[in-house]
């Protein structure tokens, strides 16, 4: 037995999908699966039901799953340790962002990060809320870049940047031509939203349900673009963060909220309280806050 099988029982349980635990650890379909047959001859037990159509652990192979997050937890806390003590403000950094944000922020980012932080190797993961936090709890994530507040003990918690929504309309819909909106124009509006496990998804239904406006139940969309066509489309309106509306499509129409506390959404970046990389952390947050045009020590 070692960490990298471990590694591929945990990605198998994330992702209840041999193809795709397989590229989330840079492996080939067969090299994970045949390890993980000899991983289950070493414990002598049945760790993952398999069928033609799913994936699925056996109950000790849940317990097991449970038992390997922690190991490879703390294994990734001694790394951190030594990776302190050897460069401070370099080596492996591994950080998580919402889907909702990367395709947005990390083109802004990357490069101040890269030219502030030369030594450090940041390795990217982009999953849902849900998914990066549970990451970081369990260790397997350094940080976190998300909607904030996370609101967990143990969580360090940075604002990075804050941004409003701006309402999206089709450039058809009656109030295109408009200079800016009230979220009292939200009233009865057929409102799109993602689907569920997007925190972006729960802010933008807080709004709608707070001034009248009735979500369009029969779509549901899977990214922040799939929502631009489908309002290009003038299928209903939603709201746009306004980072996503510099990559604005033909069709839609971007209307800021005139109001003096406008619906917005606020961005941080988060770690465990008992990490050993405070002073990489503390550098990033404020290179990350000036790459947003904020201030360092806001």
């Not at 260790?139 to 941004?163: C, F, K, M, Q």
């Not at 058809?172 to 057929?190: P, T, Y």
């Not at 465990?272 to 790459?291: E, I, K, N, Y």
Request: aromatic residues 4%; negative net charge; proline residues 5%.
């Amino acid at each position: 037995m070692n960490l990298r099988d471990l590694r591929y029982l945990v990605a198998v349980a994330e992702h209840r999908h041999f193809g795709r635990a397989a590229a989330a650890c840079f492996v080939s379909q067969p090299t994970l699966s045949t390890q993980l047959k000899k991983l289950e001859q070493t414990l002598g037990v049945t760790l993952i039901e398999r069928t033609n159509r799913q994936v699925m652990l056996t109950p000790v192979g849940e317990s097991i799953v449970a038992q390997a997050e922690r190991v490879l937890g703390e294994v990734n806390r001694l790394v951190g340790f030594a990776e302190e003590h050897r460069d401070p403000l370099g080596g492996e950094f591994r950080l998580g962002i919402i889907p909702t944000v990367a395709p947005y922020l990390l083109p802004r980012i990357l490069g101040p990060v890269r030219d502030a932080l030369p030594n450090l190797k940041i390795h990217l993961t982009e999953a849902q809320t849900a998914v990066i936090a549970r990451m970081l709890r369990e260790g397997n994530l350094d940080a976190v870049i998300l909607a904030l507040p996370l609101g967990e003990d143990n969580i360090v918690e940075s604002t990075i940047y804050r941004e409003p929504f701006y309402l999206a309309v089709s450039s058809r819909h009656a109030k295109a031509g408009r200079e800016s909106v009230s979220v009292l124009d939200l009233d009865d509006e057929q409102v799109l939203l993602l689907e569920d496990g997007h925190c972006l998804r729960d802010q933008a239904l807080e709004v709608c349900k707070s001034h009248n406006a009735v979500e369009n139940t029969n779509f549901r969309a899977t990214s922040l673009e799939t929502l631009r066509q489908m309002v290009a489309a003038n299928v209903g309106a939603t709201l746009m963060p306004e980072l996503a509306v510099s990559a604005e499509g033909a069709g839609v129409s971007y209307i800021p909220f005139d109001e003096p506390e406008p619906p917005s959404r606020t961005i941080g970046i988060a770690w465990r309280g008992s990490s050993p990389r405070v002073a990489l952390l503390d550098q990033m947050t404020r290179t990350l806050r000036a790459a947003m045009g904020g201030t360092e020590d806001e």
